[in-house]
């Protein structure tokens, strides 16, 4: 191809519908790995396995008061005129278990979360009970009927021996850590993190550390990037940035494959002089799924397969950067993890004020959602230029605003995707 008409062949791009490239995308997220992690550093983590109940829980009836185990039977027809007594013959702290049996009339002291005695149909807590002592026994005084049951959570209330408790596909956090931890799943099937190489491109990027220069800016993609991937349950490496230059990127990017499950870049996917991603995805050594997606920010969103794994070629725009993750990156991280919800949760909220710039893409919007009354409204940043960084921070959602020529207006019904981390 000559050099024109392979210019040319840069701003000729097919653009595809959002959800037609997450289907290209995901079409070729494979399973990651299982690996076993102890149970204390499984948050976050994605289980690879179903775990189901080695036994009943809990496995024996347990006490939910401080109180006496009795027999409730032995308080029929009690009252406060006709007080029953019964006889202290028994003390269960504890993690201990029942000493002796209780025959009619008797009662055992017993604590929250001890194993009620197989003859106790009833715990009755102390402050329903008077105490006393005659001729050297101790006994209790009951003033009213105890129902069978009370206070007694019998075996198997929470779950039965072999009842699925989690499923593949769960993402670990405190709720599941504890349903482990009760079953004593000290070591967790987990998907294995995909490594995911990110590299940025483009000579005005300064390292965060250095001082500013005219014309420079500081590389802020790679940490916004890396701190997405983590938070999508991936595992980022940062990179050495590539310079604008055709042959070392195609040189470091195949390296990035050799090494890691997936790339991402920023930067160069556009159609400018120095746009060498655009380039390098159209090269014979990468099936390219697509270079353009019916959206804003993001319409140069890039994805290609290389060796089977996913390159993303991200735009350099802060803004953009964030949705091409968001929408394409972070859902083929998820499938490869088995997560059950690789997409980011859709709501519909109420559209706070008028959003009036007109576009033919699908527009997906940085905004704030704000509950007044009972109803949930989205509200549009207000500054959303695909090259603006600074609103990201205040975002907790993206807003969805369909290809219009009028705009939408406030109170009308959109669809938000709920970020992440969200305030
Ligand atoms: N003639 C046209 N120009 C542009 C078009 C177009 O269709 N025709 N598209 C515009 C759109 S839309 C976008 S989005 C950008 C995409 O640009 P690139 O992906 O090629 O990114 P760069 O050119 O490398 O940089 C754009 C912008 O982002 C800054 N940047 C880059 N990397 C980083 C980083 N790691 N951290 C922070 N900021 C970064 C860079 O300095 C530029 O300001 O193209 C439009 N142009
Ligand atoms: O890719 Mo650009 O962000 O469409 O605005
Ligand atoms: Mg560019």
């Not at 702290?93 to 197989?118: F, N, Q």
Request: proline share 6%; with cysteine; charged share 25%.
């Amino acid at each position: 191809m000559s050099a024109l008409s392979e210019r040319e062949d840069k701003f000729r791009r097919r653009a595809i519908s959002v959800q037609e490239g997450q289907e290209k995308v995901l079409a070729f997220a494979k399973t990651a790995e299982t690996e076993w992690v102890p149970l204390p550093d499984a948050q976050g983590r994605v289980l690879a396995e179903d775990i189901s109940a080695p036994h009943p829980y809990p496995h024996f009836r347990r006490s939910g008061m401080d109180g006496f185990a009795i027999r409730s039977g032995d308080t029929v027809g009690c009252t406060s005129e006709r007080p029953v007594y019964l006889e202290v013959v028994d003390e269960i702290p504890c993690g201990s278990l029942p000493s002796v049996s209780l025959v009619p009339g008797t009662a055992a002291r017993i604590m929250t979360g001890a194993k009620v005695p197989d003859e106790a149909d009833a715990v009755v807590m102390f402050e329903m009970t008077e105490s006393g002592a005659d001729q050297g026994k101790d006994f209790i005084m009951l003033k009213r009927e105890i129902a069978p049951g009370s206070n007694v959570t019998p075996v198997g209330l929470e779950l039965a021996a072999g009842d699925l408790i989690l499923a593949r596909g769960r993402r670990i956090s405190a709720g599941e850590i504890s349903v482990l931890a009760t079953f004593g799943v000290y070591r967790v099937p987990v998907a294995k993190r995909p490594r995911v190489a990110i590299f940025s491109t483009g000579s005005e990027l300064l390292g965060i550390d250095e001082p500013l220069q005219d014309g420079r800016i500081r590389n802020s993609n790679t940490y916004m990037l890396a701190t997405q991937v983590r938070e999508a349950g991936g595992e980022p490496h940062i990179l050495e940035a590539i310079a604008d230059d055709l042959a070392t990127a195609r040189l470091k990017v195949q390296e990035a494959f050799a090494l890691y499950d997936l790339v991402i870049t920023t930067g160069g996917v556009s159609v400018g002089d120095f746009d060498i991603m655009a380039d390098l995805v159209r090269g014979d050594d990468v099936e390219m799924l697509f270079n353009k997606v019916m959206m804003r920010p993001g319409s140069v969103t890039t994805a290609a397969i290389k060796e089977g794994k996913h390159l993303f070629a991200l735009s350099g725009n802060p803004g953009a950067c964030f949705v091409g993750f968001e929408l394409f990156v972070r859902p083929v991280i998820g499938r490869m993890l088995g997560t059950d919800q690789p997409f980011l949760p859709e709501w519909e909220a109420e559209l706070g004020r008028d959003y009036t710039k007109v576009n033919n893409f699908t527009r997906f919007v940085r905004g704030r959602l704000e509950v007044r009354d009972g109803r949930l409204f989205a509200y549009p940043a207000a500054l959303d230029e695909s090259s603006v960084m600074i609103t990201i921070k205040d975002s907790d959602c993206l807003i969805v605003i369909p290809p219009s020529s009028r705009g939408v207006q406030a109170g009308e019904t959109v669809s938000v995707l709920r970020l992440p981390g969200a305030r």
